[in-house]
């Protein structure tokens, strides 16, 4: 089953002599339960994609389907209700909330959406990103690779379509890179969870199902690794 189909994505900067296309017509597909690794090199175009996929960004023009869903065809109050429901994001720096707990930050996208944290669900997702006993304190009181699990965690809260990472290891050491890689594995094996991973470390990538390259803002390849 396909949960992500792009098609002709173009994201322009500037206008006349000045523009620059950060992306260039890109089109590929994902199945759900997939493991997919995006490399290329700085400026490449991979964290635009990202950010066009999230729907964080909206492109010059092509089409994103998630979960069979035109997400720019959705006004902007609609695409941050799919968003939030539909699409965890990971990010290189986490971007925690310092005021509220791992539990709450966890907590967050539901919250924001109105509803109820179900506590078993919450209870389940300290226990798989091993951070039961530190449920309760604050990001500054966490390691980096500890704050980086607790937002794997908040992208896991709504059972997402699917999960974008961008260079989540990019800031943590060798243990706590692999630490989190593991943590994203066991999500997609056990819990048949879409990943779609932005990073420029070939050995995570080498991890995933398959790696598309992108370079100067069009797919170089599209290989399946296993």
């Keep these: ?14 206008k006349g002599d ?15 339960g997939e493991f997919v690794a995006v490399i290329g090199a700085s400026g490449s175009g991979k964290s635009t994609l990202l950010h066009l996929l999230g729907g964080v960004d909206r492109p010059t023009s092509g089409k994103v389907y998630i979960d069979g869903k035109d997400i720019y065809a959705l006004d902007e109050s609609n695409l941050a209700i799919f968003r939030r429901r539909n ?20 907590s967050l996208p539901r ?11 919450l209870r389940s997702i300290l226990e798989t990103i091993g951070l039961t006993s530190r449920a309760r304190h604050l990001p500054n009181e966490l390691s980096g690779g500890q704050q980086q699990r607790v937002s794997v965690g908040r992208a896991m809260i709504n059972d997402p379509a699917i999960i974008l ?62």
């Design 87 to 106: 699409i965890g994001i990971i990010y290189q720096f986490y971007n925690l909330i310092p005021t509220l707990t791992a539990e709450e930050n966890i």
């Design 165 to 226: 990472a961008d260079e989540p290891t990019g800031n943590l050491d060798s243990k706590a890179s692999k630490e989190v890689i593991e943590l994203l594995k066991f999500s997609n094996k056990k819990f048949n969870q879409t990943l779609l991973v932005i990073t420029h470390d070939e050995k995570i990538a080498l991890q995933a199902d398959r790696v598309i390259t992108i370079s100067d803002g069009k797919i170089l390849r599209d290989e399946e690794v296993r």
């Design 18 to 32: 000045t523009a620059v296309n950060a992306l260039d017509g890109v089109a590929f597909s994902v199945r759900k």
């Design 1 to 14: 089953m396909e949960i992500l189909k792009v098609e002709g994505l173009t994201k322009t900067y500037g």
């Design 111 to 121: 919250l924001l959406d109105g509803r109820q944290t179900n506590k078993e669900k």
